[in-house]
């Protein structure tokens, strides 16, 4: 016997065994047409609009640490403290440079107005002095690279370097982002640019959390990428407590309205490739009837296709309704 013809047999006789009065305290819904949203899902990532990467510009040994990943940090708490000894040392030569510099500068001044030397040498003395002026504040500004500064106000989403660890310029140690701002991009193939240009209405589902917000913006980049021909749109978030970075995402398009049949996701039992919903006879009986189902539309709603119809009331919690059939009652 086909699989299929096996599932239907099976279902068949779950229908002709649910045929128990069900207690009244079940929560139903009546399903009726109604006005939903038509939209074409596309999957997201969660991203902070305001995040930075925090290097250092001297090559150094991380000395001591201050942060670590999930602490909140205001702008200009120090992170991490490098072995800054080197920068130091061409800190001070550069301070003995400039000072040598400066003094040759003020004996050629006096030489030339003594006649001693020409305007030349005092052009020269004077430029000499300039390049160790230049020279002494880089050499300060590399000494302060040695602190590690937070750049903003946010929380430590990721710390990159150890205490003992050979940091480098250019390599991050790192990463902060604020939480009160988040986004969820997504990318659309180009044969759907045509709808997404008029689209002003988005929703962002997120299937771990079992919850549903609003976008905020909708904004869809001019470029597509040359690899996989596809368009980045930009949604909006308003702020989330349970939402962070690097989250996934499911973003829903609103590209019109249509009158269907739905039917709450809650409310399916789903055996295999089987769909179903426990819906209230008139008696009060409950009979476990399969439905064929569309897409998801709505608000957690999913569309059906067969099974119903209008007026039919549906448990919209299945697991008390088998415990109430189990039970007698």
Not at 65 to 91: C, F, N, P, W, Y
Not at 94 to 118: D, I, T
Not at 130 to 148: L, T
Not at 264 to 272: F, I
Request: aromatic share 4%; hydrophobic share 50%; charged share 20%.
């Amino acid at each position: 016997m086909k699989p299929f013809l096996l599932r239907s047999l099976v279902l068949a006789c779950l229908l002709a065994a649910t045929g128990v009065r069900a207690a009244d305290s079940l929560p139903v819904v009546t399903v009726a047409p109604h006005a939903v949203d038509l939209a074409f899902p596309a999957e997201a990532v969660v991203e902070a609009v305001q995040q930075a990467t925090v290097g250092t510009q001297i090559a150094g040994r991380v000395l001591e640490v201050h942060a670590d990943a999930g602490q909140s940090v205001a702008k200009g708490t120090l992170l991490m403290r490098i072995d800054g000894r080197e920068a130091a040392e061409a800190a001070r030569a550069a301070e003995a440079q400039y000072a040598m510099a400066k003094l040759n500068y003020e004996r050629q001044r006096q030489l030339k107005e003594q006649k001693f030397v020409s305007q030349a040498a005092v052009d020269k003395a004077k430029a000499d002095f300039d390049a160790a002026a230049a020279n002494r504040s880089a050499a300060g500004a590399s000494q302060s690279h040695a602190s590690i500064v937070a750049p903003m106000a946010g929380i430590v989403a990721r710390r990159h370097a150890e205490p003992g660890d050979m940091a480098m310029p250019g390599a991050p140690l790192f990463t902060l982002y604020q939480p009160g701002s988040l986004r969820v991009t997504a990318s659309i193939p180009q044969h759907r640019l045509p709808a997404m240009r008029g689209v002003t209405t988005a929703r962002v589902e997120f299937p771990e959390l079992g919850k549903w917000v609003d976008a905020t913006t909708i904004q869809l980049l001019p470029t597509a990428d040359a690899a996989t021909h596809v368009s980045t749109v930009r949604v909006g978030l308003p702020a989330l407590p349970d939402v962070v970075p690097g989250m996934f995402a499911r973003v829903h398009f609103v590209t019109g309205q249509a009158q269907k049949l739905t039917v709450p996701a809650a409310a399916v039992v789903r055996r295999g490739e089987v769909a179903a919903v426990y819906v209230q006879a008139a008696d009060g009986r409950l009979l476990l009837r399969q439905l064929r189902l569309g897409e998801a539309v709505g608000k957690g709603e999913i569309e059906v296709l067969a099974g119903l119809a209008s007026g039919d009331k549906v448990v919209v919690d299945p697991v008390k309704a088998a415990i109430s059939l189990k039970s007698g009652k």
